[in-house]
């Protein structure tokens, strides 16, 4: 059994509040019309009675941190407004097989309608979630965070970044507007470092952060040299990213990038840096299974 | 390497057709909003001169199977309506790594702006036709079909099912309104698999098949009295598969659903079975790694 | 009087399910703003007072089956959500001119400025429900059910495809994607019907019936030779109709389509046919009038 | 075979002008998603080879006044953005069965994808044209102007509006918020007409005119004696009616409302009055037949 | 301390009804999602307990005229369903500096997320009142009415327009689609002002008024010739302004319009002309400031 | 004449680039509709005949700094596909009155009908990059940037931010979700300046820069002592400011709000403070005037 939430994210939120619920909301609602069609459900509209109601359970078929029952809340309130959603596990709990997370009580056919919409939303969100909380989980001891990237599904990434949340990591940026991270391509194309970071801070705003991607430790003292907030070490084997961390001193944040495999993520941690950032925790991370059992 | 494309797929399109096209722009369109908020691309638009264009390549860092370009496509078109997009290997096609894909040419901000978002596409597409694939060479030598299930990513359907069809294998339901499956909740509710299968014939319009999930060879007994046109099969083992296929007897199409490992594929098809369903293609296959090389 | 529902539909459902209002209220809502334009309505808003309540009735004026009633409730709730909406007669009942279907309490001015939204959505609806329960009623004993076709109101088919189900009648294909038919377009195209079948076959999945037009006795042949779900007898004099029916002896569901007029309904549904489709129901029934009177 | 257009419709556009564009675009887009569902045109799809272009011509199957056309020939745009489309005959012009009146060439799937949204449209709203004409031919050598109503299909009324004027039709109110129209139920409410009438125009802007509802020659006499500038003559006989225009003497615009048949339509004309208002030709005009023929 | 509402404003509504609602809330909703872009609210979020409510008053730092409390209204509900606002002075309302115009309890974390939005709307409606109250101010004793133009924030003009309503001015035209108004530039391609408005009057139903905007006494003279409703009397000084309503007669409306700033306003009132059109009072207000004071 | 644009902003964009089309087309197609309405330009259709096509210029009735020319653009763009626009000034130019800034030639409906949509952007996006122009030069000669803040229009922000960088100014953060900014409010709920700066600590991610409003010399010596990026000094009279500044002594970015008019922004500037930021440049900057000229 993993460990339950580390203190860090002990503060997390176990719901998403009003903003995210304007933001979230859009997306249940596109995600139940494009399995309602236009013709809706004939199976349950043909077998279930109008005035029946039922309740259900969604029940974790694995082990891992469940995430996405504000999500799953709507998808039956959208189908049948007097839907009771009761939470039993919060969001990022960590969860056995078997354990009923949530329980519903509404009209038979939004529970049976409503099924799979939600269960999408919730096996996929709780997957980040468990994903991330393995990394997190094994970069303990050291003070490495576990950051996630923008690799996520489009249109989800509200919901993926929150998941990764829910799992004890922490978010880089949102978008491309929040911050500059200078990448090998601008670098590319402006010429040098320096000159990419130059453009960059006369243009950002005094709130605006800057991050310089480098692949070598020549790279890295270039970088330092210029007035930026953090470097991201790029595809470096373990030897290389504990000296670069090491050249950085803790001037800037430094950031560990590529190829970051559960197998390798602890030996990554200990070299000192201070960010792990995570694609696959977002775009490969298996689905966590759950069902939902009527009660 | 993989097969290339089986028989069966060649005549697969490469390509979206209109009526696709007016699904997928949405997605897209929200994917690159989502991307750069409202505060646009801060780094492409401070480094990179507004008018400088570029070339770039999207090329595979993984062998597998391509899919999703035509998204790709969009997503710089709608950035630029002067950006030129060339395919060089179609959907469908099993690439090695280190292949182009597809050539852009665009503006050098269009180019940097829209390369996640493409990414995303291509990688999340490309994973799940190559996980597909996978299944299907696993099954070759057998008439079994992979079919996908309904649990699929919310919001992305359209194109994870085309993902599927371009790996090999066929779609089964798109949603809840094409065709009645009558699930064991559906049962349990009903009262009967007899009633619950005659409530559906009474209100499905002649053009909806009904499909009915059994557990036992007991319950397939009862299905088969009744007017359906196939039987899922559900979490059964080999042997018991293998039984229920040759009750059947070919009165109805037959599909085996649940815990459709890799390993467990071949062993499924060689039962017999007409159809093999997998929720793993859709909701865990591992994304493939494409990337933007600057040319 | 025409016959109070016949058996076959006694099982309908009397409002929209869940499901149905995801669908159902955006087309309201456009139809309010459509009428309500941007400045609202001046009229009301000059003279009824903004507390003043008040109690209308949707009150039949013609003899005809009522439909739409969730739709008009919907108008009420959207523009006062403390409308009280009483359904007096359920959907798909029959009634004579001068019957109160509802009862409307709410702000006087959202029962004025509803008005018209609502009887339009009422009184369309009515008569595509009283069209078919007219059909039907022609084609009572016989087995031959009344189904609609494509042939709907851009916008409305979800609502207007419920309207032909409160009438008794049957639901062809929601769209063109829930099921393949073959039309003489096709053919032309494809060369011959067996080609297009196994084109159509050899690319849908298992889930998917397939039907084929045919306008002459010889085409039947050829297409009975082939693995189809149904044939489509098109623009047939009632004799022959009778003889491809007979030709086709229950092999395959059979449906009569092409002016089918209330005046031929009868003689048709004789020939042992399946299935008679009219376009006439949705696209020229003409409309059941509904007033609005102020209690 | 009927007038071609009388004079005073010689004017009219025979092509929406571009605000129309905007309004009617998303109509159209709506109406092929509708349609095309998520899974897309299942039959074309399988049937015709990607890249093969057809032409086809939309052709009328009875005589009456063609409509729609730039609404079609949007259908056709949105699947093909390189689809051709040539208006043979346009917007309000009277044809007789088989004519030929716009020739389009594109994909073959898109054509026949496209078929059933364009005709749907265009036989609507040919229908709404048509039966326009009727009555401004009825109407003929009588100054007397046929005007449509507000009960318009929900969703399409700038485009039935359109198509009231391409039949030589003019419009009254398109909505709420162009114009003060005060009717039984507001005066009811108010309390009298002249309550009504003081209360509109004390909150309505210079550029807005007030009609008044009269049932009677007393509420007409009312009514005159108030700052109005037209007043609806509600179902009255042509008697009553005529006595009523001679009260009017040409102070105010007066308009015959309510029952107006074809039957009845030139003797309602012939009193004098100004203009007649039908429902009629929106909300019952049957749709005119076209076909789509392969060349 | 500015005249309370005069008189002929005493009716108007101090609270958006049904149908402005319908229009209203997507504005409010979009611009809550502009502040809260994808990420939502880091501050909040981070410092303030999820379950902690607050509650906070609208506080005005300016003399004025309060607006838009409906709006901010649903700011706070679209955030927290659970929210209490009363309004404490009407929209409409003169107040002094430091006035609680209204009290919110709603959580902590929705107060201050939806804090700017809400003020947004009412610092800036409120502006437009206030400008509006103080030329109607100005124009106390005339007959003259202060009207608005189509000068209006894009996107904003339903509340804008209500804006003027409750600082005591009247609406003119709400679009393009209500009124013909025939300005220099439409004069000059139609030939003359004759033809302009026989172009118009042949075309425009029996509900729509007719202005023509003229800049000198030898237009007004054309102009009066024709059967027009009101005349636009452009950029005129006093002197002229004067002379043209003399020579108008109270014959049709006459509006006086360009450069009317508040130095100006009681002289073209005191000219006897009906209408005075000010752009200024919705382009250029400046905001009226209010605060959110937690209490 | 103002001065013509400072160095520092000559690098600005003149022209918006994608993704900031893909967030501006549907803020300017919303204004058209808003403009349009149902019924379309009533003068326009009547007057213009379809086919002319004429030609206009944007041309400045005031001194100022000209932006919006590329929403303009749109307006005339989605009205007529064929327009063409010429900037002949690029936005953040000085101009004088009677400069013409942009010509268009399209047809002569979409010139008219898309005039005041797009003079309205002009004019409110020039008005406020002339009221910034005006700060930056006030504040020549100083090290201080001019700021925007929050207080945009609903809906508005993307292009109101562009506006204050043609200006010359920078943007202080686009929303809620690109940085912390620690309010009064906050800092009340939260107990104090430290656990609100803890909290936001623990939560936010490494980009994400953190800043804290302080109202007297004591808050700011607590703030200093924590780890924050920027202080707000908030409402303070100059020599306050001044003395703050220097006890900052550069340990973080210094920002002055706070009734910041045009009369006081050079004392401001010269106390050393890094940026100041002002809400009237966004709310409160009168329009500066343009109008189209048909050529």
Known sequence: MPSDRSPRCRALPNSLTAPHRLLVEPLVRAALLEDIGHGGDLTSDAILPIDLRAQGSIVSRAQGVVCG??????????????????????????????????????????????????????????????????????AAGTHAQIVC?????????????????????????????????????????????????EAARARAGHMIKIEVEVDTPDQLLQALALPIDAVLLDNMDTETLRACVQTVAGRVVTEASGSISPERVAAVARTGVDLISSGWITHSAPAMDFGLDIA
């Not at 097989?97 to 509404?106: P, S, Y």
């Not at 096996?123 to 979630?129: Q, T």
């Open 69 to 138: 029952l504000d999500a799953a809340r709507l998808a039956f309130e959208l189908l049948d407004p007097s839907a009771e959603f009761h939470v039993l596990r919060t969001d990022g709990s960590s969860v056995d097989a078997g354990t009923a997370v949530a329980r519903i009580r509404c009209s038979a056919r939004a529970l049976l309608t409503g099924e799979r919409t939600a269960l999408n939303l919730v096996c996929r969100l709780s997957g980040i979630a468990t994903a991330t909380r393995r990394l997190v989980d094994l």
């Open 149 to 197: 990237t923008r690799k996520t599904t489009p249109g989800l990434r509200v919901l993926e970044k929150y998941a990764v949340r829910c799992g004890g990591g922490f978010n880089h940026r949102f978008g491309l507007d929040d911050a500059v991270l200078i990448k090998d391509n601008h670098i590319a194309i402006a010429g040098s470092i320096q000159s990419a970071v």
